[in-house]
Structures are given as structure tokens and as C-alpha cells.
């Protein structure tokens, strides 16, 4: 395997570049991102959340970590989904695109979903889920440099590379992941695996496959009364409630938990979560990353539901705060699909965040 050299980011972080590698989910082995909201990412956490809101459903997640350094990785995803009800199926598609800052690393993933929702008791439902997606990776080698290229005195870069970079700057491949969620009117129980397949990524042609990615991830919400805004016509319940959430992934020999409340005061959502596994080292290192703040608005109109997001990650691993943290948004709009004259199905709605 080819070793790269960064000058920039080996100058400035050397002393924790193997804790970034191995403590994040981004790294030089190809992880996948993440998102802190995730359940505002509902497709990218588990395609058996296709149509879960019984509703159309388009939104948009966007997040940049580590800002302050070259280092930095910003990741945008796009979906869309809709729930059928003739048919007790949600379908929805996804895009994806995650950009290292300091090699100009590209991925770029297209998938397409489908679930199915069973009623299996009265106060249980399943929603199985599958997607197939298209992958795309792709580097500017141009921004690259190699061991070969440097002066071993000054560390400046004085001769042109040997290496043989005639393989291709870009790579496509298939992908396919599965997931299933199970809930009830407060809780919801949900695990997904992604990259079946465990596909060859390698831009330079060699091997180099993309582990597969374990995800679970549950909770219980707890409704107190309901408030109202307004009073006589412009009357509303709004949602009261508190929820503990946990979710766990690994993927190769990366293990990550995340393990927080949401409060729901509509129209405001506050959450706070600690991501990082304590007890376990990597490499020497203790597996913590961030704790994680939230602030979300709920806008209700008469049918449609418009949730924006904000949060921010305060890196307690290795890198420290000089990193930036991380930023990140979300936008989510839904709105009714069913035909209006037509009484709706009495089916459960999985009460998760949606942060």
C-alpha cells in the first residue's frame, strides 16, 4: 500500500494523528461519516425508516468537522421518502457526498429504498428496510504528496514523485444494506447493516474493502402532559416529553456509542449526548470523541411540519477544542400524502427525536 504525506497536517497534528485515525469514524481506512442529529438523517441511519412518518418527507443534514484545521471533513446528504398506505410501503432516495478538506477525497452515494410496515400486535409494529445504492470515490492526486518528494533535511517538497498514479483517479461500485426497526407508542428498537457486500473502494487498484457497518439504536419517550399554544381557535397541544437514546455502531475495528436525552418543549427541542465508548482504548488511547449540544425548532402549520436543527460537537478526544468541533445543520419538511376523503389507517408512528 501506497504511504501519502501530508506536510500541512503532519506538521501541525503528528503528535495525535494515530487518535484521530483510530478514535474517529472518519479515516485513512475509509469509515463511514456520521451525523450528531441522526435521527434528522433518518435514511442514512437505517433505510427501514423510508416513509416512517406515515407522510412525504424531503430534508437536508449538513456537517463540518474539525474547521479550524486542514484537516477537516464536511459531509451533505439529501432524501426524500413517501409512505404508500394501499400498499403499508415507504420508498424514499438518498444522496450523499463526504469531501476530505486536505487531499480532496470525494464519496458520492445514490441510494434507493424501500420498507414495509407489519402490524405484528396491536402495540408493536416492524418496518423492514433495504436499500441499493451507487458509489463513487474519487481524489485529486494533484494535491497529494509522497515520501519521495521531500528533502529529508528541510522537509520541503523538491523533486516530482515516482510514484505511478495510472489507475485511475475515480471508482464506482454497488452497495447494498439492510435494517429492520421494531416500535410501540414509546418505544422503538432499531439495527441496521450497511455495505453487505463489503465492496472494493480502492482508487489505485488495489484491494481494499469497505467494512461492513453494525448500527443499533433505541430509545424510550416518556410524554408528560401536553401543553397548548394559543388560546380559543389558534389552541394546540404541543408535545411534552423526555427521551433517552442510545446508539451504537462499529465498523472494521472502529466501535463508537452514543448515549444522551432529548427534551421536547414544543416548539423547542434541547439535547444533550456524550459520544465515545470510556472504558475501551484504541492504540493507547481512550475512546472519547465529543459531547454533543443540540437546539431544535418544531414549526407545526395545519398539516405540515418544518424541523430545524442545530448542533455542535466539543471534541473532548485527543485533538482537543483547537480542532473546531464540529457544526452541523439539518432541515427536514413533511407534509400529508394520503387522500383527505379517505380515513387514514390506524398505525402506530415510531416516536423517536426528530434530531
Known amino acids: 500500500m501506497r504511504k501519502l504525506f501530508y506536510p500541512s497536517l503532519v506538521y501541525r497534528i503528528f503528535p495525535l494523528l494515530a487518535a484521530w485515525m483510530l478514535a474517529d469514524s472518519h479515516s485513512v481506512t475509509a469509515q463511514d461519516p456520521q451525523f450528531s442529529q441522526f435521527y434528522a438523517a433518518p ?64 464519496s458520492i452515494s445514490l441510494g434507493l429504498q424501500y420498507a414495509y410496515q407489519f402490524q405484528i400486535t396491536k402495540d408493536i409494529s416492524f418496518r423492514p428496510g433495504v436499500q441499493v445504492a451507487v458509489v463513487n470515490r474519487s481524489i485529486n492526486f494533484d494535491d497529494l504528496r509522497f515520501g519521495d518528494q521531500f528533502d529529508p533535511n528541510t522537509g520541503q517538497v523538491i523533486n516530482p514523485t515516482s510514484e505511478a498514479l495510472n489507475t485511475g483517479q475515480s471508482k464506482f461500485f454497488p452497495d447494498l444494506s439492510f435494517g429492520g426497526l421494531v416500535f410501540s407508542k414509546n418505544a422503538w428498537l432499531g439495527v441496521a447493516v450497511h455495505h453487505i457486500t463489503e465492496p472494493n473502494q480502492s ?90 449540544l443540540l437546539l431544535g425548532l418544531t414549526l407545526k402549520g395545519e398539516k405540515d411540519i418544518l424541523n430545524i436543527g442545530y448542533s455542535y460537537d466539543y471534541t473532548i478526544s485527543q485533538l482537543g477544542v483547537g480542532s473546531g468541533g464540529a457544526h452541523e445543520f439539518s432541515l427536514v419538511y413533511s407534509w400529508p400524502i394520503r387522500n383527505p376523503r379517505k380515513p387514514p389507517k390506524d398505525k402506530l408512528i415510531i416516536p423517536c427525536p426528530d434530531f
Do not use: C, M
Open 203 to 292: 482508487i489505485l487498484g488495489e484491494a481494499d474493502n469497505l467494512d461492513r457497518k453494525f448500527s443499533l439504536h433505541a430509545g424510550w419517550k416518556f410524554y408528560f402532559r401536553p401543553g397548548v399554544l394559543g388560546t380559543g381557535f389558534f389552541a394546540r397541544p404541543r408535545e411534552r416529553s423526555l427521551a433517552p437514546v442510545i446508539q451504537y455502531r462499529n465498523q472494521g475495528p472502529f466501535s463508537q456509542a452514543d448515549v444522551g436525552l432529548y427534551y421536547t418543549f414544543e416548539p423547542l427541542i434541547i439535547g444533550t449526548w456524550y459520544r465515545g465508548i470510556p472504558f475501551q482504548e484504541v492504540n493507547g488511547f481512550a475512546n472519547n470523541e465529543s459531547i454533543v
Open 43 to 106: 435514511l442514512y441511519l437505517n433505510p427501514a425508516f423510508a416513509g416512517s412518518t406515515q407522510q412525504g418527507r424531503v430534508g437536508i443534514n449538513y456537517r463540518n468537522q474539525w474547521p479550524s484545521i486542514d484537516a477537516n471533513f464536511t459531509t451533505v446528504s439529501a432524501y426524500a421518502d413517501f409512505f404508500i398506505e394501499d400498499k403499508n410501503s415507504g420508498v424514499g432516495g438518498i444522496l450523499t457526498r463526504d469531501y476530505v478538506g486536505i487531499v480532496g477525497l470525494q
